[in-house]
């Protein structure tokens, strides 16, 4: 056989192969919360200065709804033409910037948020523009930056702001390698353009999904001591309230008038204030651990979860013992119960944010929406 020959057998063969992962792909078991991320990402794309940004002129299926894009990836109500999209010149303005919440995560585009707002204010104001511009998954270190790069753009008389559940939250989409935001960006590769043409190609994309089920496929299960560990607040709150100032100095700047949303965190039921004898009972339990006592460890932590069964860090310190002693599932479980339990230490977070929010808006006279309450 020719060497030509050889090598078009072996480029369909290895076509055949990568064909046939693909038809594989949707066979595999995996996680819910892969499935969710995996449908997520078919709206984003990398962006060495934002992390990530909703794809541009997108027209998709997602949770059950329509959602469409402009050409910089701003959503739009999908019933309207592309020619009949928003013109953004010589129009009054409000931009309303956030993230899943004024996104419309779930909702078509018309239920969201700010197309309800532009309905209700074009009665009194003809001609008013409402931009949503809602990004999944932002925090307040990206929505600075948005704001920054797109004002001269908008020319907006009047901007919302509401940033603090992707704040407070430990797992960003992409690199979420346990720092937070801030130091995190500084590490991302500077050209993800390849990435993201991977990613839109549908063999390559679909392969690139395929790998990373098969990995956890092969692995198991997540390794929930490791996701635990890694997640850390994305903004810590000292840069929470920087850039909420940030915010502030850029309208002042430019003229725009500011209104603040305080942002709930809902779960099922309230939650109850965090004991301060939980922490220094799971220090001491750390330190068992450490010193080699795993047993008297896990009894300091039964307290703990008497105190309170709502703390992230009794279970994490939970799998640390049960691991010393041996007992490899057990641990499992315990990490596992780690991560599902940080939406509480994020639902405390966000009490803390939100009063930072307060207070900035009390200092400088900005409206403030408490949608938390």
């Keep these: 056989m020719s060497k030509r020959r050889l090598r078009r057998a072996t480029i369909r063969l290895v076509c055949l192969v990568l064909f046939m992962a693909a038809a594989a792909l949707p066979c595999l078991d995996v996680p ?9 990402e078919m709206l984003l794309e990398l962006n060495s200065e934002l992390f990530w940004r909703q794809r541009p002129d997108l027209h998709a299926e997602f949770e059950g709804t329509q959602v469409c894009t402009d050409r910089e990836g701003f959503r739009l109500d999908c019933r309207r033409q592309r020619s009949q999209a928003p013109d953004r010149n010589g129009q009054l303005r409000i ?4 993230a899943s919440p004024t996104f419309g995560y779930g909702v078509e585009a018309d239920q969201a948020y700010p197309s309800m707002a532009r309905e209700l204010l074009r009665e009194s104001h003809q001609g008013l523009d409402v931009v949503n511009a809602g990004q999944i998954g932002y925090s307040s270190f990206q929505g600075i930056r948005l704001f920054e790069k797109y004002c001269a753009t908008w020319s907006p008389a009047l901007v919302t702001v509401s940033y603090m559940v992707n704040d407070i939250d430990r797992f960003r989409f992409f690199f979420s390698n346990g720092l937070d935001d801030k130091r995190a960006l500084e590490v991302i590769p500077a050209n993800v353009g390849a990435s993201n043409a991977l990613a839109r190609f549908g063999p390559t994309g679909f392969l690139l999904n395929y790998r990373r089920r098969l990995l956890v496929k092969l692995g198991g299960q997540i390794d929930y001591r490791k996701r635990y560990e890694l997640g850390t607040v994305r903004v810590p709150p000292r840069d929470y ?18 209104v603040f949303i305080k942002m709930p965190l809902r779960l099922p039921k309230p939650l109850p204030a965090a004991n301060p004898a939980t922490q220094s009972t799971l220090d001491s339990a750390l330190e068992m651990i450490e010193k080699g006592d795993p047993q008297g460890a896990l009894e300091m932590i039964e307290r703990a979860l008497d105190l309170d069964p709502h703390a992230s860090r009794s279970y994490y310190l939970q799998g640390r013992a049960l691991e010393a002693l041996g007992r490899s599932d057990d641990a499992s479980a315990s990490y596992r119960l780690a991560v599902e339990h940080v939406i509480y230490d994020c639902a405390r977070n966000s009490r803390q944010y939100n009063a930072i929010m307060q207070s900035l808006a009390e200092e400088n006279g900005i409206a403030l929406v408490d ?3």
């Design 95 to 98: 931009v309303t910037l956030g």
């Design 371 to 373: 949608a938390a309450s």
């Design 241 to 258: 309230r920087a850039n909420l100032e940030r915010f502030v100095q850029a309208a002042e700047q430019r003229g725009v008038d500011l």
């Design 32 to 40: 819910r919360e892969l499935h969710r991320l995996e449908s997520i």
